[in-house]
């Protein structure tokens, strides 16, 4: 046995003491989820019913204290709330820190760290109540619940025609790295999800789709006019790209102010027969 191997074992020996002391006094540290119920007992019921729970890489020993922390110094002081980790008092960063020493596994919970979200002061806990028992343990269903803050995209909702759409997370990922208004703005990925019939690839596409998306010419939570689109009467739509100086001379608009071009581009977000978008 050569002298650094013997200085190693002997290291370990000496240190070990320390280290089952170090153990065993984090261990003493926790309480335990039947000192936790024994005041909270409402809660823990109720806890015991939610998607928490039920995770198989839930810690069931240490239970509550897996969030909030070792619990024996709140216990031994009569509940001082200082000497347990409540989450009413961490900032929107440090609560969703917490959530995330678990949640950071799971790669669409892991890009919240860089989401606009985050970086607007927004924690999980702003959103999410991890002792309910809703779905995805929400505080409100759906667009009720991203109603709360982006009220000016609510009322949209309330306009003459609107998305018949009441999970705003069906188009939109509220934990992405992206703006959350263009986490999913691609025009095949959210937009064709539903209206499959008008996307790519064509043979000839309509170059906006490509470049600006559904968004350059349809509102898309809601408008006063049909289809969605952004202006009435739909000339002045196309007028926005395609001007009367570069379309044909028989296109001028007091020719056409009151037709609408789709009545002969019948094919206006692409064609796989005609590079002018006409009737196939």
Same mark, same amino acid.
């Given at each position: 046995?050569?002298?650094?191997?013997?200085?190693?074992?002997?290291?370990?020996?000496?240190?070990?003491?320390?280290?089952?002391?170090?153990?065993?006094?984090?261990?003493?540290?926790?309480?335990?989820?039947?000192?936790?119920?024994?005041?909270?007992?409402?809660?823990?019921?109720?806890?015991?019913?939610?998607?928490?729970?039920?995770?198989?890489?839930? @810690?069931?020993?240490?239970?509550?204290?897996?969030? #909030?922390?070792?619990?024996?110094?709140?216990?031994?002081?009569?509940? @001082?709330?200082?000497?347990?980790?409540?989450?009413? @008092?961490?900032?929107?960063?440090?609560?969703?820190?917490?959530?995330?020493?678990?949640?950071?596994?799971?790669?669409?919970?892991?890009?919240?760290?860089?989401?606009?979200?985050?970086?607007?002061?927004?924690?999980?806990?702003?959103?999410?109540?991890?002792?309910?028992?809703?779905?995805?343990?929400?505080?409100?269903?759906?667009?009720?619940?991203?109603?709360?803050? #982006?009220?000016?995209?609510?009322?949209?909702?309330?306009?003459?025609?609107?998305?018949?759409?009441?999970?705003?997370?069906?188009?939109?990922?509220? #934990?992405?790295?992206?703006?959350?208004?263009?986490?999913?703005?691609?025009?095949?990925?959210?937009?064709?999800?539903?209206?499959?019939?008008?996307?790519?690839?064509?043979?000839?596409?309509? @170059?906006?789709?490509?470049?600006?998306?559904?968004?350059?010419?349809?509102?898309?939570?809601?408008?006063?006019?049909?289809?969605?689109?952004?202006?009435?009467?739909?000339?002045?739509?196309?007028?926005?790209?395609?001007?009367?100086?570069?379309?044909?001379?028989?296109?001028?608009?007091?020719?056409?102010?009151?037709?609408?071009?789709?009545?002969?581009?019948?094919?206006?977000?692409?064609?796989?027969?005609?590079?002018?978008?006409?009737?196939?």
């Amino acid at each position: 046995m050569n002298q650094s191997f013997r200085r190693l074992i002997l290291g370990l020996l000496l240190a070990a003491p320390l280290l089952w002391s170090a153990a065993s006094q984090a261990e003493d540290d926790h309480a335990g989820t039947e000192a936790c119920a024994a005041c909270h007992e409402e809660v823990a019921e109720l806890f015991e019913a939610t998607a928490h729970s039920m995770t198989p890489n839930w @810690d069931r020993e240490k239970g509550c204290e897996s969030c #909030h922390g070792p619990g024996v110094e709140h216990i031994d002081s009569g509940g @001082d709330m200082d000497k347990i980790v409540r989450f009413a @008092d961490l900032s929107p960063k440090e609560a969703s820190e917490q959530c995330l020493t678990c949640h950071q596994r799971q790669e669409k919970h892991f890009s919240f760290i860089r989401s606009i979200h985050r970086l607007g002061d927004v924690g999980c806990n702003d959103c999410h109540n991890p002792h309910s028992t809703a779905d995805k343990l929400l505080i409100a269903p759906g667009a009720e619940l991203c109603s709360k803050c #982006h009220q000016a995209i609510a009322a949209q909702f309330d306009l003459p025609r609107s998305h018949p759409i009441t999970e705003c997370a069906k188009c939109h990922e509220p #934990h992405a790295t992206k703006a959350i208004r263009t986490s999913k703005t691609l025009y095949d990925q959210t937009c064709g999800s539903c209206h499959f019939e008008k996307t790519s690839p064509f043979l000839y596409s309509h @170059d906006v789709l490509l470049v600006d998306g559904c968004s350059a010419c349809h509102e898309v939570h809601g408008s006063p006019n049909r289809h969605l689109l952004k202006h009435e009467p739909q000339v002045n739509l196309c007028y926005q790209c395609h001007s009367a100086s570069v379309t044909p001379g028989w296109h001028s608009t007091p020719r056409f102010l009151n037709e609408k071009c789709t009545a002969c581009h019948t094919a206006i977000h692409g064609s796989n027969t005609s590079p002018f978008f006409l009737e196939e």
